[in-house]
């Protein structure tokens, strides 16, 4: 069983022991797997881009973007992003739709309009909010940035693929009830979404790339 320290803001034993209490799903996911890898991203501008580039795609092809990305703008601050015209970008393997999102937020965070910082002191529906008056970062993104880099604990993303198929899996059924689901697992949502991911890419022979 791998080593389990999960920056989240909550008592990981505690959180464990409830989610396996209400759902048999995840001692299921326990008994099979273990427990996910340690999980912590720094918060700010990269690890935001980084969840930008793994929007619909596999995280080894985002991780792989991403590398040659910071390749290129070794400082990765908001004005060398900007720095990079779409054209740019696209030599770097970077979408239009994804190149127009990343200049968006680079400009947001120069003009000040997003204050990364100050979304550590805000309630997790506030900082979501603010993450979302960006162009191209839509609740997928932002509760990904929460969790991750924020230790939001009880956040599940709903849009997520990855997530809704391992539970039609585990559940055995095409139609799951999602929100009755996530909502018995509240206040560990977060932690419930980690281990759902766990599962997924521990059973593809994939890990989860930091």
Not at 9 to 21: D, F, P
Not at 35 to 44: A, N, S, V
Not at 152 to 173: R, S
Request: hydrophobic share 40%.
């Amino acid at each position: 069983m791998c080593k389990f320290v999960l920056m989240l803001k909550v008592n990981k034993e505690t959180a464990i022991s409830y989610l396996r209490e209400r759902d048999p799903m995840f001692d299921v996911i326990v008994q099979l797997y273990g427990m996910p890898q340690d999980i912590f991203r720094p918060p700010g501008f990269e690890s935001l881009v980084k969840i930008i580039l793994e929007q619909q795609v596999s995280l080894m092809s985002a991780h792989a973007t991403y590398k040659r990305l910071k390749s290129a703008i070794p400082r990765f601050m908001p004005s060398d992003v900007l720095s990079l015209d779409y054209e740019a970008l696209r030599q770097l393997s970077v979408s239009r739709q994804k190149s127009t999102y990343l200049h968006a937020l680079a400009q947001a965070l120069l003009d000040r309009t997003l204050d990364l910082e100050l979304l550590k002191t805000l309630p997790p529906e506030e900082a979501q909010k603010s993450l979302t008056r960006v162009k191209g970062i839509g609740r997928w993104t932002a509760q990904v940035y929460l969790i991750f880099c924020l230790g939001a604990p009880d956040l599940f993303p709903q849009g997520d693929i990855a997530l809704i198929n391992t539970i039609k899996e585990l559940k055995g059924c095409d139609r799951p009830d999602i929100l009755s689901l996530t909502s018995s697992w509240s206040p560990y949502r977060s932690l419930a979404a980690i281990m759902l991911w766990h599962y997924y890419l521990t059973k593809r022979g994939r890990k989860m790339i930091i």
